[in-house]
């Protein structure tokens, strides 16, 4: 940091509906080179000219809305030249930067990486690089007009703005919602939307204040002024409880002597209620252990059976550290009771490299209005393509599913990715055929979709050693495989069976120059992993609030041990009366001592199995976490 100055600007009032409000000081800082930001005519200059590089300004607002809040919306008109680098929008997380005083240094604004906090990027710097391995990736020339969103220190997402904004003022709307196990952000920007309702998984409620920030490089600028700055919120809320934590694999190693690691996990009972659920994903720095390839990664549920079924597919970087959060409330059928897991990836046979791993489940509190009680698998595994007149075909036989009275909707659920030299670099036109009886005839409906996936050089995990940043087949190196969501809740009927189909068109070269065609023989080893699963929902009648209380110890020969409750048991009830907290259990436990009582009825869960048992008074003889 080179020099700071900050500039107060004094708290005034002035009426709003007849009271006064008291408008916040604002702060102004320069952290690097330039005259710093500036209050002109209502506008906020964060950068001094486009004559100066390497300059890094913010301006911050003292706290004006106590507390967390359901919503919050800014609105304003943003001004910004091409050039490079840009800036940001920042709500600060006032228990981490307080809740009055100037922005915290960021060491480059268009990635603004705080604690806690979320904010939106404005990056108006990628120019075009053909260079395979390099650290820029903009290889397909598309503009520079790229909109990030951000959350406690790591970049979520990046896109190409559609509307042109640089260069005249443009209005510029960011809107936050919470919801259950994280929020949906909606980002507007020049007349078009850039995020719709995006779900950013994790990000609970918290008391924030506005700042901007913005910065040039030192060999190329622009200038980024805002007006017109409106900051509000509505609905007070909380943060709610803590989600309940489950770790399935911590720091495991892969590689050619082992390329999976298996554990199994006891998640909590289809009885409780939850509204989300939350993967986490993680590939750590392995050291010279390291694979520099980016090869397949599957995380398994195994069932009873044996059989397989991956739940969160993803591809390995070029050793590039990845974090990832995937919503998988979907296969909450498959995520209760006692789950054998397994992580895995692909690897060179004899190669003594692999990758270093963990995953997690977050399971968030919520009454959820419809549930997901059932997952039907349709296509898993392995399509080859053949030929032309063949392509996938002997793979996607038809799927009839009966689809049961208690349905209230039905969604599928697909992800393929495509490989060999031809498979993972051309684009594939695919379509799903829904039949299904409706009023006394069959319906037929058709959803189409390119398997072609064009914004990987702006995947998160960038840059990184490899071939990174070019379009691939449905994913990128270093990130999850992103599904094909399809609604089919308006065409089944419930009580019916319904036939999906599915349907790929072949490859077509026929643009391509004819000294660039691939061969026959080349086209035919193209391959395609698919998993694709039906996911039915019902109401969510029934289900009961989630146990806080953990057992984490029991001591032998104590009341509890006696009763038969066993460490990891979940504590529902005592007495009668569901348990939420350590202290109400101590209170019952007083209360029942009071009454006299000889013997409490006392229920826990083990997995998903509801264990009802008798105690005498006194003492528990257990040792709880509270969650």
């Known amino acids: 940091m080179k020099n700071l100055l900050l500039l107060l600007l004094f708290c005034t009032l002035l009426p709003v509906n007849g009271l006064a409000r008291e408008i916040p000081a604002v702060h102004l800082s320069r952290f690097a080179a330039g005259a710093g930001p500036v209050l002109v005519g209502g506008v906020y200059r964060l950068l001094d000219g486009r004559a100066t590089p390497g300059q890094s300004n913010a301006v911050a607002f003292d706290l004006e809305h106590e507390g967390p809040?359901?919503?919050?919306?800014?609105?304003?008109?943003l001004r910004v030249l091409a050039g490079g680098d840009g800036g940001a929008i920042i709500f600060l997380n006032t228990a981490e930067y307080g809740k009055r005083?100037?922005?915290?240094?960021?060491?480059?604004?268009?990635?603004?990486?705080?604690?806690?906090?979320?904010?939106?990027?404005?990056d108006v710097h990628d120019p075009p690089n053909d260079e395979p391995m390099g650290s820029l990736g903009n290889y397909m020339s598309l503009p520079e007009r790229e909109v990030s969103l951000h959350w406690d220190g790591r970049e979520i997402v990046k896109r190409v703005a559609q509307a042109e904004f640089r260069g005249d003022f443009a209005e510029f709307d960011i809107s936050v919602l919470y919801v259950t196990g994280g929020a949906e952000v909606t980002v507007r920007l020049a007349g078009s939307t850039v995020y719709d309702g995006y779900f950013v998984a994790g990000m609970r409620p918290y008391e924030s204040r506005l700042a901007l920030g913005a910065g040039t490089r030192e060999d190329v600028t622009t200038e980024?002024?805002?007006?017109?700055l409106l900051f509000s919120t509505s609905d007070p809320t909380w943060p709610g409880r803590r989600p309940q934590h489950f770790e399935i694999f911590n720091h495991v190693l892969t590689g050619s002597?082992?390329?999976?690691?298996?554990?199994e996990v006891t998640l909590p009972s289809l009885d409780w209620a939850y509204g989300r659920v939350i993967l986490t994903l993680e590939i750590h720095d392995a050291g010279q252990y390291w694979d520099s390839w980016d090869r397949n990664g599957?995380?398994?549920v195994i069932h009873a059976d044996g059989v397989?079924?991956?739940?969160?597919?993803?591809?390995?970087s070029f050793r590039t550290p990845c974090h990832w959060q995937v919503d998988v409330t979907h296969f909450r059928p498959w995520l209760a009771g006692k789950?054998?897991?397994?992580?895995?990836?692909?690897?060179?046979?004899?190669?003594?490299?692999?990758?270093m791993m963990s995953a997690s489940l977050d399971?968030?509190?919520d009454a959820p209005d419809m549930e997901p009680y059932r997952v039907v698998p349709l296509w898993v595994g392995t399509a080859r393509y053949k030929s032309a007149n063949n392509p996938f075909g002997d793979f996607f036989t038809p799927r009839t599913v009966f689809i049961d009275e208690s349905a209230r909707a039905a969604r599928l659920f697909m992800t393929t990715t495509g490989h060999s030299r031809v498979g993972e670099f051309t684009p594939s036109w695919r379509s799903v055929i829904f039949v299904a009886e409706k009023g006394g005839q069959s319906s037929e409906q058709h959803f189409e979709n390119l398997l072609w996936k064009t914004d990987c050089y702006l995947n998160p995990n960038r840059p990184q050693q490899g071939t990174w940043k070019y379009a691939r087949a449905g994913w990128a190196p270093g990130d999850v495989v992103r599904p094909w969501w399809i609604d089919l809740t308006p065409y089944f009927v419930p009580g019916r069976t319904a036939v999906l189909r599915y349907a790929a068109k072949p490859y077509d070269f026929s643009l391509a120059p004819e000294d660039r065609r691939p061969t026959d023989n080349e086209i035919n080893q193209a391959i395609q992993i698919v998993r694709a699963y039906l996911i039915l929902y019902r109401s969510a009648t029934g289900l009961m609030p989630a146990s806080n209380l953990k057992v984490l110890k029991v001591v032998d020969d104590g009341n509890a041990a006696r009763a038969g409750i066993r460490v990891d048991d979940w504590l529902i009830s005592y007495d009668g009366r569901q348990q939420q907290s350590i202290d109400e259990l101590r209170n019952a436990i007083k209360d029942a001592e009071s009454a006299g009582k000889k013997r409490i009825a006392v229920v826990v869960y083990r997995g998903d199995e509801r264990v009802e048992t008798t105690l005498g008074p006194g003492l528990l003889g257990i040792v709880l976490e509270e969650q």
């Open 308 to 316: 397989k079924y991956d739940i969160a597919p993803f591809i390995t």
């Open 257 to 263: 002597a082992a390329t999976a690691n298996v554990r």
């Open 363 to 365: 399971f968030y509190h």
């Open 101 to 122: 005083g100037p922005a915290p240094f960021v060491k480059s604004w268009v990635e603004p990486i705080l604690a806690g906090t979320f904010a939106v990027g404005v």
């Open 339 to 355: 789950v054998t897991f397994e992580i895995a990836t692909e690897g060179t046979p004899g190669k003594e490299q692999g990758f």
């Open 298 to 300: 599957y995380l398994y």
């Open 224 to 228: 980024f002024d805002v007006r017109d």
């Open 69 to 77: 809040y359901e919503r919050m919306s800014l609105h304003c008109k």
